[in-house]
Nanobody
């Protein structure tokens, strides 16, 4: 199983970016999907999570500005980021709890990070 993230880049404060992360491989079921981020010198933090049923939760710092969504047919999770601030600068990682074929329980998978830089 692999998670491939894309969509990072450089944007001015107040701008928008959309991140995508597609899962591939021998997948039986994708459970929760999430985005994390890690800024230089800081610990990795949860940004947003979406369950298989579509329930969403967000870090307080991004509520009202970021939206997480998923397309189950494409095994893809998205993160729409609006009103970006310099404090949003970080490497963003996608994460998914995936049950592979032949197994009963899910396992955590991580994508390689994608850099988001917000200039002031």
């Amino acid at each position: 199983v692999q998670l491939q993230a894309s969509g990072g880049g450089l944007v001015q404060a107040g701008g928008s970016l959309r991140l995508s992360c597609a899962a591939s491989g021998s997948i039986r079921r994708i459970n929760a999907m999430a985005w994390y981020r890690q800024a230089p010198g800081k610990q990795r933090e949860l940004v947003a999570v979406i369950t298989s049923g579509g329930s969403e939760n967000y870090a307080d710092s991004v509520k009202g500005r970021f939206t997480i969504s998923r397309d189950n047919a494409k095994s893809t999770v998205y993160l729409e980021m609006n009103s970006l601030k310099p404090d949003d600068t970080a490497v963003y990682y996608c994460n998914a709890d995936i049950t592979v074929r032949g197994r009963v329980y899910g396992t955590d998978y991580w994508g390689k990070g994608t850099q988001v830089t917000v200039s002031s």
